[in-house]
T-cell receptor, first 112, second 111 residues
Framework: SQTIHQWPATLVQPVGSPLSLECTVE??????LYWYRQAAGRGLQLLFY??????ISSEVPQNLSASRPQDRQFILSSKKLLLSDSGFYLC???????????FGDGTRLSIL | QKEVEQNSGPLSVPEGAIASLNCTYS??????FFWYRQYSGKSPELIMS????GDKEDGRFTAQLNKASQYVSLLIRDSQPSDSATYLC???????????FGGGTRVLVKP
């Protein structure tokens, strides 16, 4: 069966510090991968998605970036965090085609 | 801009009753529809997928789809306090790889 791992579960960072969140999927190959952010009490905002290694589509212009260095690895980064970057970051994967997405446990990021 | 609309709630139902959640979408060509449950502080969990018009049942959950009316619903029978959560409707875009999520309906099941 397929599993998705996200870490860390919680993170507290100062404004202006860098960020790296990692997501890996096991038990499948060539998945679509997604990064979402959910602000407190709000809906899901798609940040980036990838259909293959090295292929990244950005949905919202901001100070975040994403990379997919390996087939089942998806990384979300920032060089300098802003207060507005606080939120619940979720990684998801799906098979190709009309398939649902499956979410990791998420990372709760607080910026001080 | 593709949209998915849900009533934010809260939808308050007594234990044992049926909870009825509704969702409308704007992308007429969409073919894949999903319901997710999200407990407070947790990540969304897939509970139902539906692709064809009509009803699809899975345990206490029934999803209903009407593509002509661009409407999808979720029924929760014999509601339990553990069903208290936010339910997210998601619609896959007709051409592409993205899901559009509704804002979610918060359900409260009272003992």
């Amino acid at each position: 069966s397929q599993t998705i791992h996200q870490w860390p579960a919680t993170l507290v960072q100062p404004v202006g510090s860098p960020l790296s969140l990692e997501c890996t999927v096991e038990g499948t190959s060539n998945p679509n991968l997604y990064w979402y952010r959910q602000a407190a009490g709000r809906g899901l905002q798609l940040l980036f998605y990838s259909v293959g290694i090295g292929q990244i589509s950005s949905e919202v212009p901001q100070n975040l970036s994403a990379s997919r260095p390996q087939d089942r690895q998806f990384i979300l980064s920032s060089k300098k965090l802003l207060l507005s970057d606080s939120g619940f970051y979720l990684c998801a994967w799906s098979k190709k085609g009309n398939q649902p997405q499956h979410f990791g446990d998420g990372t709760r990021l607080s910026i001080l | 801009q593709k949209e998915v609309e849900q009533n934010s709630g809260p939808l308050s139902v007594p234990e044992g009753a049926i909870a009825s959640l509704n969702c409308t979408y704007s992308d007429r060509g969409s073919q894949s529809f999903f319901w997710y449950r999200q407990y407070s502080g947790k990540s969304p969990e897939l509970i139902m997928s539906i692709y064809s018009n009509g009803d699809k049942e899975d345990g206490r959950f029934t999803a209903q789809l009407n593509k002509a009316s661009q409407y999808v619903s979720l029924l929760i029978r014999d509601s339990q306090p553990s069903d208290s959560a936010t339910y997210l409707c998601a619609v896959k875009e007709a051409a592409g790889n993205k899901l559009t999520f509704g804002g979610g309906t918060r359900v409260l099941v009272k003992p």
